[in-house]
T-cell receptor, first 116, second 111 residues
Framework: NAGVTQTPKFQVLKTGQSMTLQCAQD?????MYWYRQDPGMGLRLIYY???????DKGEVPNGYNVSRLNKREFSLRLESAAPSQTSVYFC?????FGAGVVDTQYFGPGTRLTVL | AQTVTQSQPEMSVQEAETVTLSCTYD???????LFWYKQPPSRQMILVIR??????QNATENRFSVNFQKAAKSFSLKISDSQLGDTAMYFC????????FGKGTMLLVSP
């Protein structure tokens, strides 16, 4: 039982390059999330998927796209990387209760991305 | 939009002492959860404790307990018998369908 896995762990890009961060969970959770963490800013939600087949914008979606490939996998794509996207990226998953209230989120180990 | 405020950027405590980390939040929801997460230098986000807003009783997990004041929208974390391994960044989070995180409190436990 691996929980939430993310690949890669580290990545360096040049401005304008594209890349996809991969996330998978084996806890049969319905909901998945992408966050970015910058110094002094806590975690900010980029995009989330409340259930398979749905995606929604979070607080900071500009410059990103997501795909909920299936119930297990949720990818984050940077189409044209910018230095402002240098950050640590976390994927998380959780269940939602019947009324749609988010339960405990379980996090992957993070990806440190540097854009030069 | 929800807001979560952690007013203490850094705190220090000595081993075996007790420390309290503060958190206030703002929400218009009646039903929600509150969380404290710990992030040690390894970067992994680890759940410390969870509180259901509709429960009056404060949550406890071993040395960790919360003081949940719903009317005041306050959710502080008390760590008893602090250990060196408690050194980490601590994040408070609140939400309904998604979570909003505070900016964190860096806790340093010294011998």
């Amino acid at each position: 039982n691996a929980g939430v896995t993310q690949t890669p762990k580290f990545q360096v890009l040049k401005t304008g390059q594209s890349m996809t961060l991969q996330c998978a969970q084996d806890m049969n959770h319905n909901s998945m999330y992408w966050y970015r963490q910058d110094p002094g800013m806590g975690l900010r939600l980029i995009y989330y998927s409340a259930s398979e087949g749905t995606t929604d914008k979070g607080e900071v979606p500009n410059g990103y796209n997501v795909s909920r490939l299936n119930k297990r996998e949720f990818s984050l794509r940077l189409e044209s990387a910018a230095p402002s996207q240098t950050s640590v990226y976390f994927c998380a998953s959780s269940d939602l209760f019947g009324a749609g209230v988010v339960d405990t989120q379980y996090f992957g180990p993070g990806t440190r991305l540097t854009v030069l | 939009a929800q807001t979560v405020t952690q007013s203490q950027p850094e705190m220090s405590v000595q081993e075996a002492e007790t420390v309290t980390l503060s958190c206030t939040y703002d929400t218009s929801e009646n039903n929600y959860y509150l969380f404290w997460y710990k992030q040690p230098p390894s970067r992994q986000m680890i759940l410390v404790i969870r509180q259901e807003a509709y429960k009056q009783q404060n949550a406890t997990e071993n040395r960790f307990s919360v003081n949940f004041q719903k009317a005041a929208k306050s959710f502080s974390l008390k760590i008893s018998d602090s250990q060196l391994g408690d050194t980490a960044m601590y994040f408070c989070a609140s939400g309904y369908s998604t979570l909003t995180f505070g900016k964190g409190t860096m806790l340093l436990v010294s011998p």
